[in-house]
């Protein structure tokens, strides 16, 4: 595999540079002394092919000096747009829209947003795909409601990409590093996508979290699955749950699972997924995780198994350690 050409401007793959195997022991020397009196660490499991896994792909937009459309992410430490084709790590059809958005915005004279000025139109665009099922999400970050030609814009990308299952607008007029904004409207197809995992079957919506290498998502959730030991006794807390997945896939073989996150869009979906998948003893609080089991242990509450697979910021670390206790 060739050497990525924005590999030192970009930050996103910090050990490229490193074969693949060397990564693997690094990160489990990592592991080893970040864990180190808490609990063992078993070695790391590794991909066969480690490329273009990532099924989800976020390109911020911008313009060069010239005013010519630019894709791609910002530099590490800074809001600098590094230009960017293609990614070794990215799905290659989701890069491929991309582009394929980027070319179309001249002939149909949609701006990228400036954040300096606060002109222009188009901030982001985020490319979801279900691996399982092909389906396709595309999301069109916009600075103002007002989309000129849209139904035109979505014909033509449409056309180009038949593929594509749902198209979103979505509205961030915020001076603000966050991607998405709270309003959104569904431009063509039902407003989310769906995927298989575990043999079950999850709703994605532009919002809520999804694993994004689903390969080693299945690898990791039978491990896990394999290490908890569920009998069909047990009551199970699945703490920030996302979508549901692990406490859903967790639920066939559990007495009860409890699962909680904050992310309201995504507890929707993980109501809607559990229906979907015939699940009827697994119960979803919209609530930050660490809060709602230290409220439970407070209250008498108790947890065979908790599952935490926790999102890397936001969260208070201690909770976890407190309800062990």
């Known amino acids: 595999m060739g050497q990525c050409p924005v590999y030192k401007k970009c930050g996103g793959c910090q050990l490229l540079d490193m074969p693949y195997n060397e990564q693997l022991k690094k990160k489990q020397k990592m592991m080893e002394e970040l864990l180190k009196g ?3 660490v078993k070695p790391i499991i590794g991909m066969k092919n480690p490329y273009h896994y990532r099924n989800k792909v976020h390109a911020v937009f911008d313009h060069d000096r010239k ?3 630019i894709s791609g992410v910002y530099q590490a430490n800074s809001h600098i747009v590094v230009p960017v084709e293609s990614c070794l790590i990215e799905d290659e059809k989701a890069d491929e ?3 394929t958005i980027r070319g179309m915005l001249r002939s149909f004279k949609i701006r990228t947003y400036d954040e300096d000025t606060g002109y222009g139109l188009l901030r982001h665009v985020l490319v979801k795909r279900g691996f399982t099922t092909n389906e396709i999400m595309v999301v069109l970050v916009t ?3 007002v989309f000129p030609s849209k139904n035109n814009f979505v014909k033509a990308l449409r056309q180009k990409h038949p593929d594509i299952t749902t198209i979103i ?3 961030n007029g915020r001076g603000t590093s966050m991607v998405l904004g709270d309003k959104e409207h569904v431009l063509y197809g039902k407003g989310y996508i769906e995927d298989i995992l575990c043999g079950c079957r999850f709703r994605i919506s532009s919002k809520s979290f999804y694993q994004i290498n689903p390969v080693q998502t299945e690898v990791l959730y039978k491990k ?3 290490l908890a030991g569920l009998t069909g006794k047990e009551s199970v807390v699945d703490a920030y749950c996302g979508i549901g997945t692990i406490g859903i896939i967790a639920s066939k073989s559990a007495d009860s699972v409890i699962g909680v996150e904050l992310n309201k869009e995504a507890v929707r979906d993980a109501i809607s997924n559990a229906k ?3 699940i009827k003893n697994i119960r979803f609080y919209c ?3 660490g809060r709602f089991m230290e409220e439970m242990a407070a209250e008498g509450g108790r947890a065979d198994v908790v599952f935490m697979d926790r999102r890397a910021a936001g969260v208070r670390k201690h909770s976890w350690i407190r309800w062990r206790s």
């Open 38 to 40: 808490i609990c063992p």
């Open 169 to 171: 607008q979505n509205i």
């Open 143 to 145: 600075a103002s409601p």
């Open 224 to 226: 896990a699955m394999e």
């Open 97 to 99: 829209i991309i582009g």
């Open 67 to 69: 005013g010519n459309p």
């Open 276 to 278: 979907c998948n015939g």
């Open 287 to 289: 609530n930050d995780a």
